[in-house]
């Protein structure tokens, strides 16, 4: 989509590569940012606030015009910034699901969380494929070909439409996620006197 996007909706083909460069590498610098948030506010409020600026980052696509290089150079610059974090961040916020569950059943099970998550990223991946390029066909999409504008509009609509409803039912999901800092530190202290009295 991105390529198609990119080249046709925004008619910067030149650009698609640099655009993916940019947000990656955005995303990998801004990790240690995110680190120190989720320090001071919490994980899963760290996550929402990432959510919510994606949002509104790839909410932008919806009217950033065409031919625009550096407009559009920005606004991959602030879908990067949480495009590293957010795996890092739903991983950390696993391994407190994972000491909740020890808590609550007194048995490792972290491996079968784990591949859970492993698991609904490829089922993501696979429904993203499964989902868009009917969804292009439906609107009359041709790669390389003419469109017409409402085609086009089609096109920046799932672009800027999809991850931006997405992230934001991240937000309003994890904003009430009861595992914060304190009922961490207090799953770990228990944990630890269970090994001390297993000792």
């Known amino acids: 989509m991105h390529f198609f996007f990119v080249a046709q909706v925004l ?8 655009y993916l460069v940019v947000l ?5 610098l801004c990790v240690p940012l995110f680190v120190r948030l989720s320090e001071r506010f919490g994980k899963h409020r760290t996550l929402c606030f990432g959510a919510l600026q994606s949002s509104l980052a790839t909410g932008s696509f919806f009217v950033v015009p065409a031919e625009s290089f550096g407009w559009v150079l920005l606004i991959y610059v602030m879908v990067g910034v949480n495009f590293g974090a957010k795996d890092l961040l739903l991983r950390s916020i696993m391994a407190d699901v994972i000491d909740q569950d020890r808590v609550d059943v007194d048995a490792e099970r972290s491996a079968l969380y ?25 609107i009359g999409f041709t790669v ?3 469109n017409d504008q409402a085609t086009l509009d089609g096109v920046r609509l799932l672009v800027a439409g999809s991850p931006t409803l997405i992230t934001l039912c991240v937000a309003w999901i994890m904003w009430r ?12 202290a228990e944990l630890a006197r269970r090994e001390r009295q297993g000792g």
């Open 11 to 18: 008619l910067l083909p030149q650009a698609a590569s640099l």
């Open 24 to 28: 990656f590498l955005v995303g990998f």
């Open 114 to 138: 784990y591949s859970s998550v492993t698991l609904t990223d490829k089922v993501g991946m696979a429904l993203a494929v499964g989902i868009v390029y009917p969804a292009l066909d439906l």
């Open 144 to 146: 390389g070909g003419a």
């Open 177 to 188: 996620f009861p595992l914060g800092r304190e009922e961490q530190r207090a799953l770990r």
